[in-house]
């Protein structure tokens, strides 16, 4: 049994490009070795930042290829095919021979029963490997053709203790390995994975990721203990920090206790987006001034502790100056501020935006019934941040700073909540705002822009989407449906679209509303496909009238799709499509219009009569109940007319001799659906 | 390859000499190492922060092709000048960048000391759409920061500047507090919306005319006046995005241009 080892030894591979090359080469290994036969026991693959590893264990020397008949391509076709096959066999002309079968004359081969050096296997298949690997993202260096995630600089392949000769692009494989960064260190010749790891980890280099992991984790949870901290790290973070170093060392640091006054929020993305630093916090969970630094050596003389000290209080000074500066700077008069700050250029300033947002908010606040005040003042000082320096420097933290700087200045705490919540959601795993005067502020945040760019006809096209419409028109559609709002959007657009003409703002678009609309309903069934809701029923929320209420759209769908099965869903679709099956079938015949508007004095039987009055009963119930429709109850009452469907289409003839009761009768069925297409558009949903 | 400075619209040298750049892009070898005095305007702080400022000093080094021992060249320098990366924790963070509607990419790493920044390290691979054959790998170390490590202060403004007690606090303090101010507060926006204007028509004239070099003058200049609109606060998001498009239309017009005349 042999061992293979790789050893792809390269200048700092970026962490998560690192992980990506350790998973899949070593797959491709595997599915190649499968492919030719070829059987392993174990299959091992490790990283640093310079290496990439690979071991493959328990693996024959030789294998006997027993003789085999391939079938070729047809004798008639072209001579590309018959080359093909031959090259991807390894096959030489006096190998083919002719053949008749079934199917007509057909090339064959019989290959010879043989044995297979697998080094010189390798030979070949390595290097193919190396090629058929894909890196998310890679580069090119000197004068080189090839293409890697970073310079590669060695290539190590052993098999059986010997080397695995063949050429990669420039580069020769070797048994060679190299551990110091500078000329003090000479390459090392290495024999297999044994006298390898002997080397590496005399110079405590550690090359298990997991081992590296648990490492630095075993640190930090013993300083933690030590001093009574919190054992909590960010998960992300750890991931990339194990890929960063190759002999990792925790070191504890401090910063000056006075920065603990700064909002936490600044402290945390300090340490943990710009310095990769591990935030600590007491157990209150209350965050402290100290931190944790995962370094690549040992602090021999103490330089990488005082060093990192003073990077991260040099960022904190920074951001107190600006703190101390910014809080103080009232929301209200920096208002003023925004008419510096361009919104987009043929969409006027920020301040001509929360000028518009401040309207909006008044029918906004209608439509939710909330204090139309709250809205009012949320929505005028909600972008008044963006001109504070802390927001400049740290432009992930707009809102966030916006409600300190509330708070500092005794803004009411549901007006400093929706200052912050108003950019929600961020992305497809973010929240949504917490509270209904958040939602009413993010919402006409988000339908102002998405009218201006819609009105100056810069849509998102099936590539480009530079301004995140869709990513907006979705949070429009989340706000909507998870924080429950009953909103009718096409209201507030219209509105939106006029308060763009008021400050005189040019738009070239004319059909502003409905193109939004129709973006919207398009990210809508997007959204429902996601909640695994079935396609015709997306479908047919999609045909239905309801134009604007995205939240009844959606509660509908949920019910249907939940009850479809139900024998009370059973019923109503039974009698929709007993209906519309008629309709149907007399539309095919002649093509004619039916309103639905049938004549009581032309019905003849009780069952018709009967179906009428019922009819007319659900039709009061739909423009009684509007806003407080309850839908479960709504398809109880749609499933109760099953005894006077049934009854009508056991006992009424639809196709009377007399047209014109013939007729009345399909206005009726018509009358009927239509009726029911008040809830959704059964029309679509497939039979049960 | 053109000015890279110009693209990363932030790392401001806008006073970089164009037609060097330019050539670099057309010669197989060049090898170059020069003092580049830069402007950030948003990183001044009226000389209160111990290690941001808004001019500052880069030694910029450029070889093409790159050379296969250049990391280990790289780490030898520092640990010539006093930093040794057996004591200090010297650490290749990815940072690459990409502009996609000028076709340019590089990447590569910045390099951090014990935590701070000190130096870029960038391997260039596209310029105007076109791949970079041989590849050149650029070097910008950041001169004050180096020597708050070799002279070992916790302040930019102590470092010596000679050996005749100058220090740097007697240079540049007052050059901050002014540059600053102007920078943040007092730089008139609408004179600075106007030369954007300007250049950016300036450029496009030239162009037109196959003017390739003092067009690009007019494209770096519109690079620093956007900069300066940044610090006054004047641009937000989606506008920024803009803006960038129109000075990277201004700078691919100009290599390409260039590119051009040379045939």
Not at chain 1, 227 to 256: H, S
Not at chain 1, 514 to 528: A, D, G, M, Q, T
Not at chain 2, 106 to 124: A, R
Request: net charge positive; with cysteine; aromatic share 12%.
């Amino acid at each position: 049994m042999a061992e293979l080892f790789i050893e792809l030894f390269s200048e700092e591979i970026p962490a998560r490009l690192q992980i990506d090359a350790r998973q899949k080469i070593k797959q491709l290994v595997e599915e190649r070795f499968n492919k030719r036969s070829i059987k392993f026991k174990s299959s091992q693959s490790f990283s640093t930042p310079k290496r990439l590893v690979f071991v493959i264990d328990g693996m024959p020397e030789k294998i006997e290829e027993k003789e085999k008949i391939l079938k070729g391509p047809k004798l008639e076709s072209p001579q590309v095919a018959l080359d093909g096959f031959m090259k991807s066999n390894n096959l030489s002309k006096s190998e083919i021979y002719k053949k008749k079968i079934d199917k007509g004359d057909f090339y064959f081969a019989k290959t010879k029963a043989k044995v297979i050096n697998v080094s010189k296997e390798l030979e070949l298949i390595i290097p193919e490997i190396l090629k058929n690997y894909s890196w998310k993202k890679s580069m090119k260096w000197g004068d080189y053709d090839l293409s890697w995630g970073r310079p590669l600089k060695s290539i190590v392949v052993l098999f059986n203790s010997k080397i695995v000769n063949f050429n990669f692009y420039h580069l020769k494989s070797n048994n060679l390995i190299f551990i110091g960064d500078l000329d003090d260190a000479k390459p090392k010749k290495i024999n297999n994975f044994n006298s390898y790891l002997k080397i590496i980890e005399s110079q405590n280099i550690i090359l298990n990721h997991k081992k590296r992991k648990d490492m630095i984790l075993k640190k930090m949870d013993r300083i933690c203990d030590n001093k009574k901290l919190i054992k909590n790290f960010n998960n992300i973070l750890l991931e990339e920090v194990v890929n960063l170093v190759e002999r990792p060392n925790v070191i504890i640091g401090k910063f000056d206790s006075i920065y603990l006054k700064i909002p936490q929020e600044i402290l945390i993305i300090t340490m943990q987006k710009h310095q990769k630093y591990f935030p600590l916090f007491d157990d209150k969970k209350k965050l402290t001034n100290l931190f944790l630094v995962v370094a690549n050596l040992p602090d021999q003389k103490g330089y990488i502790k005082t060093g990192n000290q003073r990077v991260v209080e040099a960022r904190l000074s920074d951001a107190k100056f600006f703190w101390e500066k910014n809080k103080t700077q009232s929301l209200i008069k920096q208002v003023s501020k925004l008419k510096n700050l361009t919104f987009f250029n043929q969409l006027g300033t920020f301040y001509e935006k929360t000028q518009r947002l401040r309207k909006l908010a008044k029918i906004t606040s209608e439509q939710l019934y909330l204090s139309n005040e709250k809205v009012e003042i949320a929505s005028s000082v909600c972008k008044a941040d963006l001109v504070s320096d802390l927001v400049s420097e740290y432009p992930e933290l707009q809102g966030i700073m916006g409600k300190y700087f509330a708070q500092e200045q005794g803004f009411d705490e549901d007006v400093c909540n929706a200052i912050k919540d108003h950019y929600l959601p961020v992305g497809i795993d973010s929240e949504v705002p917490k509270k209904k005067l958040g939602s009413a502020v993010a919402l006409i945040d988000k339908i102002d822009t998405l009218v201006g760019f819609f009105g100056i006809n810069e849509k998102p096209t099936s590539s480009k989407d530079p301004f995140a419409l869709r990513r907006t028109s979705l949070g429009i559609l989340r706000i909507i449906i998870e924080t429950k709002l009953s909103i009718k959007l096409k209201d507030l657009i219209n509105y939106s679209i006029v308060l763009y003409e008021e400050q005189n703002i040019k738009f070239v678009n004319n059909s502003i509303t409905k193109e939004i609309l129709v973006f919207l309903r398009e990210r809508f069934k997007n959204l429902l496909k996601d909640k695994k809701i079935r396609g015709d029923i997306i479908d047919a929320a999609d045909s239905s009238n309801i134009e604007s209420d995205f939240l009844e759209l959606y509660n509908k769908c949920i019910i249907i799709n939940k009850s479809i099965s139900n024998d009370l869903y059973k019923n109503i679709i039974s009698s929709y499509k007993r209906a519309s099956n008629i309709i149907d079938q007399e539309l095919k015949i002649k093509e004619t219009k039916i309103m639905g508007l049938p004549e009581p004095i032309l019905f003849k039987s009780e069952e018709e009569k009967n179906l009428y009055a019922k009819i007319n009963e659900i039709r009061k119930y739909f423009s009684s109940v509007k806003k407080q429709e309850v839908y479960a109850d709504t398809l109880n009452k749609l499933s109760e007319t099953k005894f006077v469907t049934d009854n009508f289409f056991d006992n009424v003839i639809v196709n009377d001799k007399n047209p014109d009761i013939k007729r009345n009768r399909l206005e009726l069925l018509q009358m009927f659906c239509k009726t029911y297409n008040n809830f959704i558009d059964f029309s679509k949903i497939e039979g049960v | 390859m053109c000015n890279f400075t110009t693209i990363r619209y932030r790392s401001g040298c806008w006073n970089f000499s164009s037609s060097y750049n330019f050539t670099i892009s057309r010669t197989q070898t060049w090898k170059a190492a020069y003092v580049q005095p830069s402007r950030r305007p948003t990183d001044g702080r009226y000389g209160k922060n111990p290690n941001r400022l808004q001019h500052y000093y880069q030694f910029q080094v450029i070889i093409k092709p790159s050379p296969d021992e250049i990391k280990k060249v790289f780490l030898k320098s520092l640990s010539v000048i006093g930093i040794n990366h057996k004591e200090h924790d010297i650490r290749f963070v990815e940072d690459d960048w990409e502009s996609p509607t000028l076709g340019a990419a590089g990447l590569g790493w910045e390099v951090w000391c014990d935590g701070m920044e000190i130096t870029q390290f960038t391997y260039f691979q596209q310029m105007t759409g076109i791949e970079c054959k041989p590849v050149s790998v650029e070097i910008t170390y950041g001169l004050e920061r180096i020597c708050m490590f070799t002279q070992e202060k916790n302040n930019v403004f102590d470092l010596q500047w000679n050996n005749e007690g100058i220090k740097y606090r007697d240079i540049f303090y007052q050059a901050e507090k002014e540059y600053s101010a102007y920078n943040f507060e007092f730089a008139n926006t609408e004179y600075l919306l106007k030369n954007f204007e300007i250049a950016e028509a300036e450029c496009k004239s030239l162009l037109k005319k196959k003017i390739s070099l003092p067009a690009y003058d007019q494209c770096l200049k519109a690079s620093h006046i956007f900069n300066l609109l940044d610090a006054r606060g004047m641009i937000g998001v989606a506008q920024r995005t803009e803006y960038i498009s129109r000075i990277r239309e201004l700078a691919k017009g100009s290599g390409q241009c260039w590119l051009e005349n040379q045939k």
